[in-house]
């Protein structure tokens, strides 16, 4: 979020309330004319009994003795964290669990102190009681982060001069302040004392979604290094591979966000492409090969522990694949949304039934989409969600990216063995891929069902992930515009905000209509200008330029990104549904946005009335070097080759600093 005071990256009001909890509310309020909090469930003795209920033996937990032997038993389970899901301490489940150990305290000694305290059966332990024993022995949530400097942030960049439209200029230069304010290290404590933490310690700062997130999360920093290196932070974008080299290293893979109680699951893998963008931008070809077998070493772990048996019967012979699926061994209750998982598992009466249930839900939360219609047998209720019997088509195509981006790197790497051997691999996972998911009839990739045997043939974004991920023959580009057109008759094209996530709009799940992500327009965005169709190409375009003009629009009444929109509401509205508020910073949002200024910089032009919002900011326009240049994107447009962006003389790059850095100066 950028700071009320933009004169430079070490500028921090200390008066502002950016950046705090408070401040996320109360710009929400004021933008929806909600409440601050929506509270869904009531409190009551029989909701604490359920809460209470044996939920841990003999069950998999989300963390425990062997991935996190100080923390699992305040963090993953246990009679503490149920008596503060409980009497609903706090708002929003996730505060709880966020909140470190105080000095000299561990997870066995307060367990020891809670059950002497507390012999009791939870539904009989008060509010009042939970919160002083909390405050007896945590500190504050997200006291373990400080705020940190980015040593490469400037004022202005060589990227940032060559914007042609002064809104779109205003806006990126508001967007690279806010990396400033999402940038955090640990304190020294964690890595000292780790044991007292949720949070999972790493090496290097790092930039984390923002609001109720702080912690690094897995798939948005793809989206956060993109906007990274849009915004030509380099060594900010390096830092934030090199923790997840360093996760991979400890854990043999990346869970779903940086705390403990993550660990049983992952996200969608982008890993290798955050590797591979940081490595056009830089040309960093030692970087490459310090990360290959990390990437190897991750790549077994999906090989291993997230894939499934296909068999295929044709009418000459039956045939087994091997795909890959979101799929946690966890079946408990998700320790950040503990209470709304208990309660939404009240329906079912076994005890094996919950347990399946809430492996469908972390599975879920795997895949990035939780929660969505996409996994609901109904596509409607949550009640019916089957992640597990779901072959999805996106994190397929996600794998099928990262297999061409190691035969790519072999190829760099001068091993010509192992550049064979992965190039044999993409080339059979593509051909196994298109039997699994491409319908005929319905001209396009859609998720398989394990149970019904069939596809879902509905419109989700993640249906173009092999557009972007290229996990087709990029030449035969009649594919991608029927893939296009599909998509397009489903009506999701037509909203004034944006693509919206499905077009099911009964559900109140984020990850549905009428909302709409960053990550996923971006992706289809991509998927499309990555295509070898003219057409496509402007249809990428039009998508982006709309795109963007929601992410102006909201950021100019509220001076806020945020993590996603109501892509219905022309003007661009905050997104609701879910189980937490929609939350501001905002990372993969800024992100996405920048890294699509940036290539579209030469013909972007907002024509719509004066933003106000925006205005105040620019620097003056004269004092920027211009430059004719076109895309200063990754990835160029009409071929899957890649060529790293062009970049203007330094001595202009200095007179666009100097110019910049006295007008922060004067004003
Ligand atoms: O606390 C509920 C859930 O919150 C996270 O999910 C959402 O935010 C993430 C960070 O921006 C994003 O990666 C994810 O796609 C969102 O749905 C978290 O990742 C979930 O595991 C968690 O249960």
């Not at 690279?176 to 404590?189: A, T, Y």
């Not at 993550?262 to 963008?277: D, G, H, I, K, N």
């Not at 694949?321 to 503990?338: G, I, L």
């Not at 003389?649 to 600093?657: E, H, P, R, T, V």
């Amino acid at each position: 979020r950028p700071q009320k005071d933009p004169r430079g990256p070490n500028i921090i009001d200390e008066t502002a309330d950016f950046g705090t909890p408070e401040h996320d509310n109360r710009v929400h309020t004021e933008l929806t004319q909600l409440p601050a909090i929506r509270s869904v469930f009531q409190t009551g003795p029989e909701i604490a009994r359920l809460i209470g209920s044996d939920y841990f033996n003999g069950s998999v937990l989300p963390c425990d003795n062997e991935t996190a032997p100080g923390q699992w038993m305040v963090y993953c389970s246990g009679r503490l964290l149920q008596a503060v899901m409980a009497v609903k301490l706090y708002p929003d489940s996730k505060t709880f669990v966020d909140q470190p150990m105080k000095v000299n305290q561990t997870g066995e000694s307060i367990m020891e102190h809670f059950e002497k305290r507390f012999p009791k059966p939870i539904e009989q332990i008060s509010k009042k009681e939970v919160a002083e024993f909390v405050d007896e022995f945590f500190d504050k949530e997200g006291n373990e982060l400080d705020v940190c400097e980015l040593p490469d942030w400037k004022p202005i960049t060589e990227k940032l001069a060559q914007i042609k439209d002064d809104t779109y200029l205003a806006f990126a230069q508001r967007l690279h302040f806010i990396w400033i304010q999402l940038c955090r290290q640990m304190k020294p404590e964690v890595k000292e004392d780790p044991f007292r933490f949720s949070l999972i310690y790493v090496p290097y700062q790092f930039i984390l979604p923002g609001g109720r997130f702080r912690e690094f999360y897995y798939w948005d920093a793809y989206w956060i290094v993109k906007g990274l290196i849009a915004s030509e932070l380099y060594s900010t974008a390096r830092m934030m591979i090199l923790n997840f080299a360093h996760i991979i290293e400890t854990y043999g893979f990346i869970p779903n966000g940086g705390r403990v109680y993550y660990l049983r699951r992952s996200q969608p893998p982008f890993f290798a492409p955050m590797v591979y963008e940081y490595y056009l931008a830089t040309q960093d070809t030692q970087l490459v090969m310090d990360m290959i077998p990390v990437i190897e070493k991750e790549y077994i772990f999906w090989s291993q522990r997230r894939s499934v048996n296909i068999t295929l019967e044709t009418q000459e012979f039956n045939e087994t694949v091997r795909m890959f699926q979101y799929h946690t061994e966890a079946d408990t209750p998700r320790p950040e949304s503990f209470r709304e998982d208990v309660l939404s598992a009240e329906p079912f009466t076994t005890k094996s039934k919950k347990r399946a249930f809430f492996k469908d839900i972390g599975s879920a939360a795997e895949s990035g989409w939780d929660f969505s219609s996409r996994w609901f047998k109904d596509h409607k209720n949550l009640t019916t969600i089957e992640t597990t019997n779901i072959v999805p088509v996106d994190l397929n195509a996600f794998l099928c990216y990262n297999m061409n981006i190691m035969q790519f790197f072999y190829q760099l790497a001068g091993n010509p063995l192992k550049h064979m051997e992965w190039s044999s691999r993409l080339s059979n996972f593509r051909q196994d891929f298109t039997k699994v998911f491409y319908v005929p009839v319905r001209k396009g990739w859609y998720d398989y069902n394990l149970r019904t045997g069939s596809h879902n043939t509905d419109f989700f974004p993640s249906n173009a992930a092999p557009l972007f991920a290229q996990c087709y023959d990029p030449l035969n580009s009649q594919l991608a515009v029927d893939v296009y057109n599909q998509m397009e008759n489903s009506g999701a094209f037509s909203m004034s905000g944006g693509i919206p996530t499905s077009m099911h709009k009964e559900t109140n799940q984020q990850w549905d209509y009428p909302n709409g992500w960053s990550p996923l327009n971006h992706m289809i965005i991509e998927g499309l200008r990555k295509s070898l169709n003219p057409t496509l190409q402007q249809k990428a375009f039009v998508l982006a330029q709309k795109w963007l003009e929601t992410n102006m629009q909201t950021f100019n009444v509220s001076n806020a990104m945020w993590e996603k929109y109501n892509v219905q509401e022309p003007q661009g509205k905050l997104a609701t549904g879910g189980e937490y508020e929609v939350q501001a910073g905002f990372g993969w949002t800024n992100g996405a946005a920048l890294d699509l200024i940036m290539t579209y910089s030469d013909r972007l032009e907002y024509k719509g009335p004066l933003l106000e919002g925006l205005v105040g900011t620019p620097p003056p326009r004269k004092s920027f070097s211009s430059s004719s240049s076109s895309s200063s994107s990754s990835t160029s447009e009409s071929s899957s080759t890649i060529t790293p962006s062009s970049t203007t003389g330094s001595s202009s790059k200095l007179l666009a600093i100097i110019t910049v850095t006295i007008f922060y100066f004067l004003f």
